[in-house]
């Protein structure tokens, strides 16, 4: 006898990774599981009488997402403390926490984010160091790009409003990252806030040993409280890579919901900085990289880790750093060719077409940031890269000729730099529109809407070595799913940022509804 199935979706629109095409069909839902999938009608042997229907006519349904670089960390910086975005002036933020103050224990650092660094612009530490003597205050202006500190704040953190940036924030992780208090209820709205992006899985990136966040994934996991997969990497930044723990983890996390990834580390810095490091001098410069890059102790670092069964993702922005980058993955073990260990690369924002072909025999898999075009206009990004690179900006972002030359994207938002949105990606990723929506920047770079949903979906979870269980609509695999509110194959590009997702379902279950935010 058949099993009957609990629930079937029907659509006129399924997109299975699998296949290129989307066709008008059948999805079947055992417990957890996808029982059978098929074109047409769903056959009469699945259907029993407790078996429900959900006809979505022409509305999307594709497998569940998964955004491959991440970092809560970053992210929950911005509503750490007392929201401070009503505030106009240093004297209104300065009365604001102090009355904040009398509220938290007397022994807690003050804490504060949103203030506007636009129309505020605080003038050094007297003013707080006058209220807050030994207390440390450190409060986060809107896009966590500077803060405000008092000098209780520098001694302790051990950065500066001029070194505002997440690799300084190790000092500052315990504080945040330990008070449970705060972080799990933002952990949990973060996880809430990813399905309502149709976000089911994620490679969050977690400094050094995560500080202890590692027992809260415990804990939610064990709870049943997990509603995303996390798979967390370890980047170093206040120590060396650390193998035993990263061996540890990987021993500890076994379960269906979190897992241990592997290590994360930057290489070169922003080309618009001249710190990309690229293979041919910046234009009208003999430099090719203002930054200082150790590329032999990051190379000892990798092949220590690969030795190991450990897998690396590095930064890449310049093609000089993607070349050398790919010359430390040579030297990892390989099996007829390919490495042995999945091994990636994230940024991709300058590439040799000689290198990408070398990225594709190795197996190493990309991670591109699609709605990076959303942060600027036409006008803004041409002209700011020809300034710098000259010609070579043609190929700036090129994901046609990475895709050309058989490389595996996956999607990624570098979160909070983006918040994961797929019909975004799709609009910046495949028609290469400005944040003006005027002018294609290099159209000829984009990507599909199939290769696109593909980057998403089933690349993503090789990403994280999880492909056989997610990624795609096959039986046997894990029910987790997504609805759009359309055929987003037949929408034009034009209208496709007003996409919505409809549903997100987790394990069959369905974890987020659009009605939940009307």
């Given at each position: 006898?058949?099993?009957?199935?609990d629930?079937i979706?029907?659509?006129?629109?399924?997109?299975?990774?699998?296949?290129?095409?989307?066709?008008?069909?059948?999805?079947?839902?055992?417990?957890?599981?996808?029982?059978?999938?098929?074109?047409?009608?769903?056959?009469?042997?699945?259907?029993g009488?407790?078996?429900?229907?959900?006809?979505y006519?022409n509305?999307?349904?594709?497998?569940g997402?998964?955004?491959v670089?991440?970092?809560?960390?970053?992210?929950?910086?911005?509503f750490?403390?007392?929201?401070?975005?009503?505030?106009t002036?240093?004297?209104?933020?300065?009365?604001?926490?102090?009355?904040?103050?009398?509220?938290?224990?007397?022994?807690?650092?003050?804490?504060?984010?949103?203030w506007?660094?636009?129309?505020i612009?605080?003038?050094?530490?007297?003013?707080?160091?006058?209220a807050?003597?030994?207390?440390p205050?450190?409060?986060f202006?809107?896009?966590?790009?500077?803060?405000w500190?008092?000098?209780?704040?520098?001694?302790r953190?051990?950065?500066?409003p001029?070194?505002?940036y997440?690799?300084?924030?190790v000092?500052?992780?315990?504080?945040?990252?330990?008070?449970?208090?705060?972080?799990?209820?933002?952990?949990?709205?973060?996880?809430?806030?990813?399905?309502?992006?149709?976000?089911?899985?994620?490679?969050?990136?977690?400094?050094?040993d995560?500080?202890?966040?590692?027992?809260?994934?415990?804990?939610?996991?064990?709870?049943?409280?997990l509603?995303?997969?996390?798979?967390?990497?370890?980047?170093?930044?206040?120590?060396?890579?650390?193998i035993?723990?990263?061996?540890?983890?990987?021993?500890?996390?076994?379960?269906?919901?979190?897992?241990?990834?592997?290590?994360?580390?930057?290489?070169?810095?922003?080309?618009?900085?001249?710190?990309?490091?690229?293979?041919?001098?910046?234009?009208?410069?003999?430099i090719?990289?203002?930054k200082?890059?150790?590329?032999?102790?990051?190379?000892?670092?990798?092949?220590?880790?690969?030795e190991?069964?450990?897998?690396?993702?590095l930064?890449?922005?310049g093609?000089?750093?993607?070349?050398?980058i790919?010359?430390?993955?040579?030297?990892?073990?390989?099996?007829?060719?390919?490495l042995?260990?999945?091994?990636?690369?994230?940024?991709?924002?300058?590439?040799?077409?000689?290198?990408?072909?070398?990225?594709?025999?190795?197996?190493?898999?990309?991670?591109?940031?699609?709605?990076?075009?959303?942060?600027?206009?036409?006008?803004?990004y041409?002209?700011?890269?020809?300034?710098?690179?000259?010609?070579?900006?043609?190929r700036y972002?090129?994901?046609?000729?990475l895709?050309?030359?058989?490389?595996?994207?996956?999607?990624?938002?570098?979160?909070p730099?983006?918040?994961?949105?797929?019909?975004?990606?799709?609009?910046?990723?495949?028609?290469?529109?400005g944040?003006?929506?005027n002018?294609r920047?290099?159209?000829?770079?984009?990507?599909?809407?199939?290769?696109m949903?593909?980057?998403w979906?089933?690349?993503?979870q090789?990403?994280?070595?999880?492909?056989?269980?997610?990624?795609?609509?096959?039986?046997?695999?894990?029910?987790?799913?997504v609805?759009?509110?359309?055929n987003?194959?037949?929408?034009?590009?034009?209208?496709?940022?007003?996409?919505q997702v409809?549903?997100?379902?987790?394990?069959?279950?369905i974890?987020?509804?659009?009605?939940?935010?009307?």
């Open positions: 006898m058949s099993e009957y199935a629930l979706l029907l659509s006129n629109c399924i997109f299975t990774a699998t296949e290129e095409i989307p066709f008008s069909g059948y999805i079947a839902i055992k417990n957890d599981r996808i029982l059978s999938i098929g074109k047409g009608l769903a056959p009469t042997e699945l259907i009488t407790n078996t429900k229907y959900l006809d006519g509305k999307t349904i594709t497998p997402f998964s955004d670089h991440c970092f809560f960390t970053g992210y929950s910086v911005g750490v403390g007392i929201d401070l975005s009503a505030a002036s240093q004297e209104d933020i300065l009365n604001s926490i102090k009355e904040y103050a009398k509220g938290i224990p007397a022994d807690k650092p003050i804490l504060g984010h949103g506007n660094s636009d129309t612009q605080p003038n050094g530490t007297d003013l707080l160091d006058e807050f003597s030994t207390r205050v450190l409060l202006a809107k896009g966590c790009e500077t803060c500190m008092n000098q209780a704040a520098i001694n953190y051990q950065f500066t001029e070194t505002c997440p690799e300084s924030y000092r500052f992780l315990p504080d945040l990252l330990g008070d449970k208090d705060f972080i799990i209820p933002e952990f949990k709205r973060y996880i809430k806030m990813m399905n309502s992006k149709g976000i089911t899985s994620i490679k969050e990136m977690g400094f050094d995560f500080y202890g966040f590692t027992d809260v994934l415990e804990e939610m996991e064990l709870n049943h409280e509603t995303l997969r996390i798979a967390f990497m370890s980047q170093p930044v206040g120590a060396e890579p650390n035993k723990y990263a061996k540890d983890m990987e021993q500890k996390f076994k379960g269906d919901y979190v897992r241990f990834s592997g290590f994360n580390q930057m290489t070169d810095g922003l080309i618009l900085k001249k710190e990309g490091h690229l293979l041919e001098p910046y234009e009208g410069t003999t090719t990289c203002k200082e890059i150790d590329y032999e102790k990051l190379e000892k670092q990798v092949l220590e880790a690969d190991n069964g450990i897998r690396y993702t930064h890449s922005e093609d000089g750093a993607f070349h050398e790919l010359n430390i993955y040579e030297k990892c073990r390989k099996k007829n060719g390919k042995e260990n999945r091994h990636g690369i994230t940024d991709l924002e300058l590439t040799d077409p000689e290198d990408e072909k070398r990225m594709a025999a190795l197996g190493v898999f990309g991670e591109i940031y699609a709605q990076v075009y959303a942060l600027d206009t036409y006008e803004g041409v002209n700011a890269y020809e300034k710098v690179i000259g010609e070579r900006q043609k972002l090129n994901y046609r000729s895709i050309k030359n058989g490389v595996r994207l996956c999607g990624a938002t570098d979160l730099l983006l918040i994961p949105s797929i019909p975004e990606s799709i609009y910046y990723g495949c028609a290469n529109y944040s003006d929506h002018k920047i290099n159209p000829e770079n984009g990507l599909t809407v199939q290769e949903l593909d980057a979906t089933i690349n993503s090789y990403a994280m070595e999880r492909e056989k269980e997610f990624g795609s609509i096959e039986m046997g695999k894990k029910a987790d799913l609805i759009f509110d359309r987003i194959f037949k929408t034009p590009m034009e209208e496709m940022l007003l996409v409809e549903k997100t379902m987790v394990n069959g279950k974890v987020y509804t659009k009605e939940e935010d009307l």
